[in-house]
């Protein structure tokens, strides 16, 4: 069979292929990008306005990349906002003088860092005291970090009474801080009345980071 009988046949197993299946090129538009077409249909003096197809294609592509772009950018200026708060709040933790006053950021600047709707917090020795500071058992509070060193973030529809105890139907979400001080604990509860406020699957990097801050001050001031 000669290069053209085999050229014929191969274009008409296309053309028969092209027929079945109609909406090929609605399935693979981006097919039409790299095919060449008529302007015309012969014989007929059909106009075949691919032109406009494309512009429109193109359109969507640019607003889908548009969105893409914009949605890429809002992330990373809110990501910059939060290093920004992070490392303010890590800069008082350095500057405090006594454990007291180390205390008072922990209770009172740590929540509105992530703006929470409530924030208590705990201390598992009795020894300790501190207006903001509740008691918590060492054992229980380590229950909730077992395969978590650090942060505990999850969804709680149904509430979570031993961290906020009479508002526990309130908070539909929580993040639960661990901050080690020798053999004790100290455990930052914030808690969102918003169910999609925190998640397993949100990233901790820059929480974490401000917790091995407290902690080295805390050695410091011991």
Not at 44 to 59: C, E, Q, T, V
Not at 148 to 165: A, D, M, R, V, Y
Request: aromatic share 8%; net charge positive; proline share 3%.
């Amino acid at each position: 069979m000669s290069k053209k009988n085999d050229k014929d046949s191969a274009e008409e197993l296309v053309i028969q292929y092209l027929k079945k299946n109609k909406n090929l090129f609605l399935d693979y538009p981006e097919l039409l990008d790299v095919l060449n077409f008529p302007s015309q249909i012969k014989g007929s003096g059909k106009i075949i306005d691919l032109n406009a197809y494309r512009s429109k294609k193109i359109k969507n592509d640019y607003d889908q990349i548009k969105k893409q772009m914009s949605e890429i950018l809002k992330a990373g200026s809110s990501h910059i906002a939060s290093q920004k708060r992070i490392l303010k709040t890590s800069l008082k933790v350095l500057n405090t003088k006594s454990l007291t006053k180390l205390i008072d950021v922990i209770v009172s600047d740590l929540g509105p860092l992530l703006a929470c709707d409530i924030v208590n917090c705990f201390f598992t020795n009795s020894t300790l005291k501190h207006t903001g500071l509740s008691q918590i058992d060492n054992r229980i509070a380590s229950s909730y970090f077992r395969d978590k060193p650090q942060t505990n973030l999850n969804q709680s529809p149904k509430g979570i009474p031993l961290f906020f105890p009479n508002k526990s139907k309130l908070i539909k979400s929580y993040l639960l801080l661990k901050i080690v001080y020798g053999s004790d604990r100290f455990i930052v509860a914030m808690g969102s009345k918003d169910i999609n406020k925190f998640t397993k699957d949100q990233k901790v990097d820059l929480v974490e980071y401000l917790i091995q801050v407290i902690q080295i001050k805390l050695v410091d001031l011991n």
